[in-house]
């Protein structure tokens, strides 16, 4: 039985290691990389920077006489931090956002040393996603988009990009996971473990059919480097954007003016639906178009305009994707319930400035209301504009402004940074005076205080103890 056993066991890790073999590329990665790395490119940014009058410029005649400019600025050249992809082969080029967030020029140079002067075309903060245009005097090389909605968890992809400056570099990996939110109004990332490092981003995520599925973005990572955690925008989200930005130079999202919340389990069975799915609408803008279509507080959103809304994360995606001045059909539940109501969609008004870094000083006024606004380990402000552009906060919310958050305190890990503290338990917060007084009311004898939060255009519930 032993002999038996031990042979069972042999023949078990044999097939094991063959089918791990089966799965890995036969021939690595070569072919692909000598088919897709051409249309991948380094981005070099240059921002100016003032002069003081009489200041020596670069020397005429030098390499670096180009950054000199008339009025006697020069430009500080930030030297191949980012990378990005070629999707047409007249200069249509991709990178990310905060790439070139900034740039007063901007240079593409690709895998063969050749150099281009980049125009910004447009590029979107929400999604991170910037397209590039440069003239050549040839047709480019380019890679094309796939289908990032037939992804599947565990199957192989790779990263073409140009990490810490070093030049063309491709690393490998799996897609751990799929719809990873992190803090955006439209997150829906593709999570892999793929090596992504500072100088990776804006570069293309392909499967093994070396179709771009996804743009490389973010990592998770305590140390800056990468700790096989990375995130990237999937095409089925970027491409929509890309195809606004080369239309318009801008993005053109709608918007219906609710909140929404997630369906759960409990929630779905008390309303008699049959398994937990769509939106849950929590409060309606008085001034948007979805006051005026008939949905109320409660309603729970199934589809928008013939699309299905699995949870509280699709709908906002599917109302920006819709074409604004659009009038479609919205199929809610209601109180045991089927309902269909006209809704006429209007435009998201977006501030597409650049955000100020984390570090940037606050105005005069902000900088008072933080002396006092702490509660429950939380800072909070009144909604001012620098803080609006800072943190991306929706037109349409209101409240006050979490700027800090105590890492001893029980809101660490709950509250972030831009979250809007809407409500507290119930009541809509006017002012940091209100809002203490409603938080001591609610939390007598320890009891726990219910948080409603705005972030980013999604509706939170959070408790938070003393």
Known sequence: MRVLAAAIFALGLALASAAMAAAQPNDGFADLNDRLSPAVVNIATAQRVGGEEGSPLFAPGTPLERYNDLSGNRLRMQRSLGSGFIIDAEGIVITNHHVIAGADEVEVVLQNGLVLDA???????????????????????????????????????????????????????????????????????????????????????????????????????????????????????????????????????????????????????????????????????PEGPAADSGL??????????????????????????????????????????????????????????????????????SAAAAIEGDLFGMTLEPISDALRRRYRIPTDASGLVVTEVDPNSDAAGKVRPGDVVEEIAWTRVEGLAQARELAARAGADGAPVLFSLNRQGQYVLETLRR
Not at 199 to 226: E, H, K, R, W
Not at 261 to 267: G, H, I, K, N
Not at 324 to 351: C, I, K, Q, W
Request: aromatic residues 6%; hydrophobic residues 40%; charged residues 25%.
């Open 119 to 285: 125009r910004i075309v447009g590029s979107d903060p929400a999604t991170d996603i910037a397209v590039l245009r440069v003239d050549p005097e040839e047709p480019l090389p380019v890679v094309q988009f796939g289908d990032s909605e037939r992804a599947r968890v565990g199957e192989w992809v790779v990263a073409i990009g140009n990490p810490f400056g070093l030049g063309g570099s491709l690393t490998a990996g799996v897609i751990s996971a799929r719809g990873r939110e992190i803090g955006g109004a439209y997150d829906d990332y593709l999570q892999t473990d793929v090596a992504i490092n500072r100088g990776n981003s804006g570069g293309p995520l392909f499967n093994m059919d070396g179709d771009v599925i996804g743009v490389n973005t973010a990592i998770f990572s305590p140390t800056g480097t990468s700790v096989g955690i990375s995130f990237s925008v999937p095409s089925a989200i970027a491409v929509p954007v890309i195809d606004q930005l080369i239309e318009y130079g801008e993005t053109r999202r709608g918007w219906i003016g609710v909140n929404v919340l997630e369906v759960t389990r409990d929630m779905a069975q008390a309303m008699g639906l049959n398994e937990p799915r769509g939106a849950l609408l929590t409060r309606i803008d």
């Open 296 to 365: 109320e507080e409660g309603d729970v959103i199934l589809a928008f305009d013939g699309r299905p809304v699995a949870d509280d994360r699709v709908l906002p995606r599917i109302v920006a994707e819709t074409e604004p001045g659009s009038r479609v059909d919205v199929e809610v539940f209601r109180r045991g319930e089927a309902l269909t109501l006209p809704l006429n969609v209007e435009r998201l008004e977006e501030d597409n400035r650049p955000t100020p870094p984390a570090g940037a000083e606050l105005d005069e006024d």
